[in-house]
Each structure stands twice: as structure tokens, then as C-alpha cells.
């Protein structure tokens, strides 16, 4: 037990907890953050709205920026508008797709700042 990173006493801070559980979403909340949290977990999706920073770009373009398949790349792009972080338009036998909106760039740009923070 030398690496619990533990209280030596049990004391519960009533004040605190009242604030905490009433200020905590609701579990779907949370399930759904987690979710969305999960998708920016591949670097291939993340690489991918990269490129949708710069322009709205169709499949091919995109798997060929990426040196990938466009099989592989529609599949990330399938997760990735479920999650509702891109949108695409048909314009006549292409697709092309764009980020969903600014947040997409947001969380993409915090985490950036997250993991340079001690660099």
C-alpha cells in the first residue's frame, strides 16, 4: 500500500460533495462525452480532420493526402459523421466532406495546448 496515493484519515467534506452532485451530468451525459472522447482516440481520424481544417475535401483527395485507401478513409469518415464531427455534400458523383463546426477545431486545438503545456 506504500504507492496508495490515499488519505491517512477518513473525512468527508459534506459542502463539497453537495456541490459536486449537484453540478455532476446525468450518466448519459457523461456516457455520450466519453463516446465522442473515444472517437479522437485514432490518430487516423485525427489526421484526417487535419486536412478538413484546410478545405473541404472529397475521399480521393483525402486518401491521397493520406497515402490510404479510399475504403479506409470512408470508414473513418463513416464514424466520424456519426459522431456529428464532419458533414459531407454530393456535388455530382463526388462527396465531399468539411468539419461539422468550429467546436471539431476547438477540442482538437485544447488538446494540442494540453499536451504542450510542459514541452
Known sequence: MADCEC?????????????VNETMPDENELYDLAELFKV???ST??????????AEVCVCDLAQALNMTQSAISHQLRILKQNK?????????SIFYSLADDH??????????????DL
Open 7 to 19: 488519505c491517512e484519515s477518513v473525512e468527508v467534506h459534506e459542502e463539497l460533495l453537495k456541490i
Open 40 to 42: 479522437f482516440g485514432d
Open 45 to 54: 481520424r485525427i489526421r484526417i480532420l487535419y486536412v478538413l481544417f484546410e
Open 85 to 93: 464531427l464532419v458533414k459531407n455534400r454530393r456535388e455530382g458523383k
Open 104 to 117: 471539431v477545431r476547438s477540442i482538437i486545438a485544447q488538446g494540442r495546448e494540453h499536451i504542450e503545456e
